[in-house]
């Protein structure tokens, strides 16, 4: 079982950056960024491979967001510039065996940090 607790959200004006931050309890998974805006469903935002040397985005974040991690720290980031306000959303980090950007292939989920955008 791997324990995986966000940090790091709040309240921003657009164009404002936060970095987000999930402690792990195990390094050794692909990770990735979910997020859910109210109403709607989990959307995948950004993946990167067990050793940190692949990385894939959703095309709405894409030169804006930043994913990241330090193994030796047990600790998965998400730097986030050039906040928007529809980046409004609950955001989850997740572990998977898999390298993947479907949720479904996620086996442990963080509880979510919230982040607002306001215009």
């Known amino acids: 079982q791997v324990q995986l607790v966000e940090s790091g959200g709040g309240l921003v004006q657009a164009g404002g950056s936060l970095r987000l931050s999930c402690a792990t309890s195990d390094s050794r998974y692909a990770m990735g960024w979910f997020r859910q805006a109210p109403g709607k469903g989990r959307d995948f935002v950004a993946a990167i491979s067990w050793s940190g040397v692949n990385t894939y985005y959703a095309d709405s974040v894409k030169g804006r967001f930043t994913i990241s991690r330090d193994n030796a720290k047990n600790t998965l980031y998400l730097r986030m510039n050039s906040l928007k306000p529809e980046d409004t959303a609950v955001y989850y980090c997740?572990?998977?065996?898999?390298?993947?950007?479907?949720?479904?292939?996620?086996?442990?989920w963080g509880q979510g940090t919230q982040v607002t955008v306001s215009s």
């Open positions: 997740a572990a998977s065996r898999l390298f993947l950007r479907t949720p479904t292939s996620y086996e442990y």
